[in-house]
C-alpha cells in the first residue's frame, strides 16, 4: 500500500515559480511511475508531467513544455514538479498519482492518488 501526500501549493503571482513535493510512504516507491494531474475550476483534469520508476524517462503535457521540470529522489520517496514562469490559467488543484510500469506517456494504470494540493495564480 502506498499514500501519497502533496505539498507546496500556494498563491503566488503570474510569472513566479512553485515547486511541488509528492511525497509517499512504503518501501517499494522505487518501484512506480508517477504523474502529477491538474484539475482548473470546472475543467476535467488534464496530465502534467510523468516520470518513470527509474527516474530516467519524463513526459510532459504540451503546455508545460519549458515551463514544468519533474523530478524525483526515490531516497526521499518524494517526486518533485518545478513550476515556473507561471500562468494564471495554471491555476488548480494538482495531484500526483503513482502505478507500476511505464508507456512512454505514464504508468500502465494509476494505482493510488493523493488529496490534492491548489497552486493559485494571481494576474
Known amino acids: 500500500q502506498v499514500q501519497l501526500v502533496e505539498s507546496g501549493g500556494g498563491l503566488v503571482q503570474a510569472g513566479g515559480s512553485l515547486r511541488l513535493s509528492c511525497e509517499a510512504s512504503g518501501s517499494t516507491f522505487s518501484t512506480y511511475s508517477v504523474a502529477w494531474f491538474r484539475q482548473p475550476p470546472g475543467k476535467e483534469r488534464e496530465l502534467v508531467a510523468a516520470i518513470s520508476w527509474t527516474g530516467t524517462s519524463a513526459n510532459y503535457a504540451d503546455s508545460m513544455k519549458g515551463r514544468v521540470i519533474i523530478s524525483r529522489d526515490n531516497a526521499k520517496n518524494t517526486v518533485y514538479l518545478q513550476m515556473n514562469a507561471l500562468k494564471p490559467e495554471d491555476t488548480a488543484v494538482y495531484y500526483c498519482?503513482?502505478?507500476?510500469?511505464?508507456?512512454?506517456?505514464?504508468?500502465?494504470?494509476?494505482?493510488?492518488w493523493g488529496q490534492g494540493t491548489q497552486v493559485t495564480v494571481s494576474s
Open positions: 498519482g503513482a502505478g507500476v510500469g511505464w508507456t512512454g506517456r505514464g504508468p500502465v494504470a494509476y494505482e493510488y
